[in-house]
């Protein structure tokens, strides 16, 4: 069965192509994958069309006339929610505009290059539709789940339902955490959510430096990380080439850039360099984790959330010959079962929790 698609732009050549490029695209049996049921040029015929065609997913602009795409995203999801891909500028404004969409629920979001839809690339249209298809996958997840569609409101009261640990629970865990030295959190769609949601629940006094993998280009992990240091109690601050890990600090690794570590002794410090070929992800999961593992061995706690692939899995298989601990996010709680089934299905992952009981665990850290 087609994949149906309701395509959302003001641009009326890039609504074209994205149709063209989506409906060219056939299975194995010669059968069409994606069929676009509809086409709107504002936020509010976006709202009129879900209602009346019911897509499996929707592409989103942002900017757009009479109503924008945030605004779009948060009726939509309150009324009829439906997996939103947000196409967004590659630009500062762009980045905090999409972390506002996904804070409103939109799945995923996909950064617009103008060039690339204009030019017959075969990886960008590989691209842009292995996303739809990815996104179109929650239909049934979202369509059950409103809460999905996390407004800041809910997310504040998500937190504070949290099941306060008893005392024996609050012993057992400041054991298992006092012989760590270090936290690193890897999470790719559905993650900019999940990362503050777990990060929100660190207390202001926590004792380890925290180094944060999530996929995002160049210009998003600046806005990220500003978004979540107004929101954490911890500081938290995108990574430079140089910076030393501090404990209570939170770097977020660079969009475009790969995350290492140097140093000798207690003190050590960020290396960043540009992805070489054949790396498929910058920042990439396995190349911190494996860094993170070289330099601090068996005092490592990795916490694996939502995410497309499998990238974390081969970064958490060397920490655990090292002694670490790696925790995985639970499929019911995740956007996409794709990082965390990986380190699961191998074995590696210690504790199974979900995203609520994660949260409840790392608010023990002290």
Known sequence: MAVKVLIVDDSGFICKRIKEILEESKDSEGRAEFEVIGIANNGLQAIRLTAALSPDVITMDIEMPLMDGITAVKRIMAETPTPILMF?????????????????????????????????????????????????????KIKTKSSVALTKDKIELAETSLEKPTKHEV?????QFGALRIMVIAASTGGP??????????????????IIVQHMPQNFTASFAERLDQLCRIRVREARDGDTLEPGTALVAAG????????SGVRKSIVLRPKIAGEIYSPCADITLA?????????VLAVVLTGMGSDGKEGARK??????????????????????????????????????????????IT
């Not at 409103?104 to 691209?127: H, N, Q, S, W």
């Not at 012993?171 to 054991?175: G, H, I, N």
Request: proline share 4%.
């Open 193 to 210: 959510v999940a990362v503050q949601k777990v990060l929100s629940q660190v207390p202001q006094s926590c004792p380890l430096p925290v």
């Open 291 to 299: 860094s993170v593992a070289r330099h601090f061995h068996d005092a």
């Open 88 to 140: 967004s500028a590659m630009t500062q404004v762009g980045a905090q505009a999409t972390l506002d969409a996904l804070h409103a629920g939109a799945v995923d979001f996909l950064p617009k290059r103008l060039d690339e839809i204009d030019a017959d690339r075969e990886t960008a249209k590989r691209l842009l539709r292995r996303r739809v298809r990815m996104v179109a996958l929650q239909t049934g």
């Open 256 to 263: 475009g850039m790969q995350l290492e570590l140097k140093g």
């Open 319 to 364: 920490l655990k010959q090292a002694g670490s601990i790696v925790w995985a996010q639970n499929e019911e709680s995740c956007t996409i079962y794709g990082m965390p089934k990986a380190v699961i299905d191998a074995g590696l992952a210690d504790n199974v929790y979900s995203l609520d009981e994660i949260g409840r665990q790392l608010s023990r």
């Open 171 to 175: 012993q057992q865990t400041a054991k």
